[in-house]
């Protein structure tokens, strides 16, 4: 299947600090990229839906100003996690949806971010 | 509202057959999936229906039954490895997909 590389893969920060985070398709074009939030043994809460050129569609409670989506390429989507606090500690992930008939998303690997 | 339904824990035991089931209320419809998802680390996909009936893949299957808003995961030959949680989610009218809390499966020797 197709790959989705995520970077880093855990990051530890400051509060107030700002932390980016990179997801890459590696070998497809991803017109559609998917972040999500994950809390310890909570299900996937996606956060934002980020297309390729254009602004990213944010879900009812998140804050555009504080997570920072940019989808440059069809290969690049970048979270910037801005003025961390130690309440945005978690699991976030992305996603690929890929080109296939069964609409499938390839997930990253995941970063851990824990904010002091 | 839209809403997926599955159960939060099941227990089985090594070498036996498990049943995940999941229901679900969405806005259109346009397949459903199921995912594993070992702690710490993300989601990798298992399978994909979008038709009624089962699809077969290995030790594992999956079932859909779009009248009834109804699926279920089916494990056989578990093996300790299979310990995990098991998401189940369904793409809706816009192509999002909605995700279930997840069933965490604890398998015992």
């Known amino acids: 299947g197709a790959v989705v590389s995520q970077h880093p893969s855990r990051v530890i920060c400051k509060s107030g600090t700002s932390v980016k985070i990179e997801c890459r398709s590696l070998?497809?074009?991803?017109?559609?990229m998917f972040w999500y939030r994950q809390f310890p043994k909570k299900s996937l809460m996606l956060m934002a839906t980020?297309?390729?050129?254009?602004?990213?569609?944010?879900e009812q409670g998140v804050e555009k100003d504080k997570f920072l989506i940019n989808h440059a390429s069809l290969t690049l989507s970048t979270l910037t996690v801005t003025s961390a606090h130690p309440e945005d500690s978690s699991f976030y992930i992305c996603?690929?949806?890929?080109?296939?008939?069964?609409?499938?998303?390839?997930f990253g690997p995941g970063t851990r971010l824990t904010v002091l | 509202g839209q809403n997926i339904d599955q159960p939060t824990e099941m227990t089985a035991t090594e070498g036996a057959i498990v049943q995940i089931n999941c229901t679900y209320q969405t806005s259109g419809f346009n397949g459903l999936f199921w995912y594993q998802q070992h702690a710490g680390e993300a989601p990798t996909f298992l399978s994909y229906?979008?038709l009624d009936g089962l699809e077969e893949k290995g030790r594992f299957s999956s079932f859909l039954s779009r009248s009834k808003g109804y699926s279920y995961l089916l494990l056989k030959e578990l093996q300790m490895k299979d310990s995990a949680s098991y998401l189940c989610a369904v793409m809706d009218s816009n192509y999002q997909l909605i995700w279930g809390a997840g069933t965490k499966l604890i398998i015992k020797p």
């Open positions: 229906n979008v």
């Open positions: 996603s690929a949806r890929g080109s296939g008939e069964n609409n499938e998303q390839f």
């Open positions: 980020s297309n390729e050129g254009s602004k990213a569609t944010y």
């Open positions: 070998d497809f074009q991803a017109t559609t």
